[in-house]
């Protein structure tokens, strides 16, 4: 009986073994749909889920079965047993994940600060599962690094430095960077998108300031247009910022020769292009009625913030599953080796 | 050996399977990636909806904006605020820009998905500056030669336009906003 039950679990293991393996290639090559998630909303969707319900429970029958026989006194099976053991953490990661996975996303400029918990918060809340813990945390970014392109700068990685301060820590400084995540209190932390947020200013005709803020815009690197709009008016900002006018292609006039800061500026009500040229900062550019002028930049940087609990059961079964293969596979050869050597 | 084609036969079957249930469009998508796309139709399409677009437009704008046919404008929520809101921007100043549009050329149709579209518009304009009340000219003709970027979506059955960008004729568009276009 044992035996006819192990001969099927055989098959379901190495059938959900391999359905996993294509669902995920499939949902990755974009074939039948827009590659747009990242790995783990892959992993917390039902097809996936179900697919690692199965291998799980097929696992488990292998495990009992093979607990039942004693077949793991022998060395190549204790390999196997650990890698067994592997495959069921990384499951269970992956259902703890699915319930509980956090990821928010932090825009802040430099020396802004923000709380986390506030009722209007400016954490937008990108993926939310149903007992995810947002964070509650002031969170100031305090500096971030000069961009590669900037003078005098060699290094090629965003960072930032942060002060958060939560239950647990009273102003704790974290350096962090777009290359790997920074772990605080259960929380990850990864630097995202950089960029520039020039000083906008809008003005009434006799010269008041309607408005004044720091607009955070995906203009960098140098060159890189974005617009912004504004709920009040029908137009569209188009804007792109270069830190050194020298190097500005197309520029004429009054800018040919000039250098430092310069900003290129499109304005359009609607489908009618209103204004478009170049503007020196803190110049007042006129489209219609509105006059606004772009003064100085800060830099800014988003800020990824991750929890999941599931990740500790997940990354050690993962290492455990590949030492257990590793050691089997190793073993099994030792094993085949041997006997022909004794045959011989 | 046998058993094993059966078993990679069957995960590969349940795998196509579950992708085509958990997604409704899954199977549009795939008949767009493997090229079984009536691609000319729906670029056909897209050109009306923009024509369609530019012609309510103006005529928004030549009524001093009555809501006449807003339900059928191809258009998001946003883009018609946008249009209402200069309208009666300018009805406050007592005046009303009457535009015309001359000739649209299309110059590039790209399809991002069988639901996303970004349509490259060259387009020439004709505005005219009206007293709102007694409808007089009391502006000179204005040429406006632009290039729009259109991004279209497609949702309950037809084509809308969710945002478009606008450029001096013969400018270059800036890369697609990768961050962007899927979030419409």
């Known amino acids: 009986m044992v035996k006819k039950i192990r001969f099927i679990n055989k098959y379901i293991f190495a059938l959900s073994g391999w359905y996993l393996f294509c669902y995920i290639l499939l949902q990755a090559s974009g074939l039948f749909g827009p590659s747009v998630y990242g790995l783990m909303q892959l992993l917390h969707q039902w097809p996936v889920l179900s697919g690692v319900g199965v291998l799980m429970g097929a696992t488990i029958a292998e495990l009992w079965m093979a607990c039942k026989t004693g077949a793991f006194r022998d060395s190549s099976r204790k390999a196997l047993a650990v890698f067994y053991a592997g495959l069921l953490l990384t499951g269970a990661g ?39 813990r947002p964070p509650s945390a002031d969170i100031a970014m305090v500096e971030v690094a000069p961009f590669p392109e900037e003078a005098g700068c060699k290094t090629r990685q965003h960072q930032a430095r942060l002060l958060v ?89 009054a800018f040919a020769g000039r250098k430092g800061p310069l900003y290129k500026v499109r304005i359009a009500r609607n489908l009618d292009l209103v204004h478009n040229g ?31 609990p599931g990740l500790y059961l997940m990354i050690p079964g993962l290492l455990m599953a590949a030492a257990g293969g590793i050691a089997f596979i190793m073993q099994r050869n030792k094993n085949a080796r041997y006997k022909v050597e004794t045959n011989g | 050996m046998r058993a094993r084609g059966v078993i990679l036969s069957l995960g590969l079957l349940f795998a196509i399977a579950a992708s085509l249930l958990r997604d409704s469009g899954a199977y549009e998508y795939y008949r767009y990636k493997t ?25 928004f704008y030549a009524t001093g904006g009555s809501l006449a046919g807003l339900n059928l404008f191809p258009a998001e929520k946003m883009v018609k605020r946008r249009i209402f809101q200069d309208i009666d921007r ?95």
Not at chain 1, 190 to 209: A, C, E, L, M, T
């Open chain 1, 278 to 308: 170049y503007a020196e900062p803190g110049e007042l550019v006129s489209a219609d009625d509105v006059l606004v002028s772009f003064g100085d930049v800060k830099r800014w940087a988003e800020i990824q913030i991750v929890w999941d």
């Open chain 2, 35 to 59: 090229g079984n796309f009536p691609r000319a139709l729906v670029t056909q399409e897209i050109i009306s909806t923009v024509r369609f677009f530019s012609a309510t437009l103006s005529g």
């Open chain 1, 165 to 253: 301060r939560d239950g647990r820590s009273w102003g704790k400084e974290l350096r962090v960077n777009d290359a790997f995540p920074v772990l605080s209190n259960g929380y990850y932390y990864k630097v995202g998108r950089v960029g520039y947020s020039p000083h906008v200013r809008f003005f009434r005709q006799g010269g008041d300031i309607v408005d004044d803020a720091y607009a955070v815009m995906n203009i960098y690197p140098p060159g890189k247009e974005d617009s912004f709009r504004t709920t009040m008016l029908p137009y569209t900002f188009y804007l792109r910022y270069y830190p050194d006018a020298s190097g500005v292609p197309g520029k004429a006039g």
């Open chain 2, 90 to 184: 300018w009805k406050e100043k007592g005046e009303l820009p009457v535009m015309d549009r001359d000739r649209s050329t299309f110059r590039k149709i790209t399809f991002l998905s069988p639901e996303r579209a970004v349509a490259i518009v060259d387009e020439s304009w004709f505005i005219v500056l009206q007293n709102y009340t007694t409808r007089r000219q009391i502006s000179g003709r204005k040429a406006d030669f632009v290039t729009v970027r259109y991004f279209l979506k497609k949702m309950w059955g037809r084509w809308i336009i969710v945002d478009y960008e606008v450029y001096p004729q013969g400018e270059v568009p800036a890369p697609l906003p990768a961050d962007r276009l899927f979030s419409w």
């Open chain 1, 94 to 132: 992956i259902f703890v994940s699915s319930l509980t996975r956090f990821e928010g996303s932090l825009i802040l400029n430099e020396g802004q600060g923000s709380n986390t918990a506030s009722s209007a918060p400016d954490l937008i809340r990108l993926y939310v599962r149903k007992f995810s």
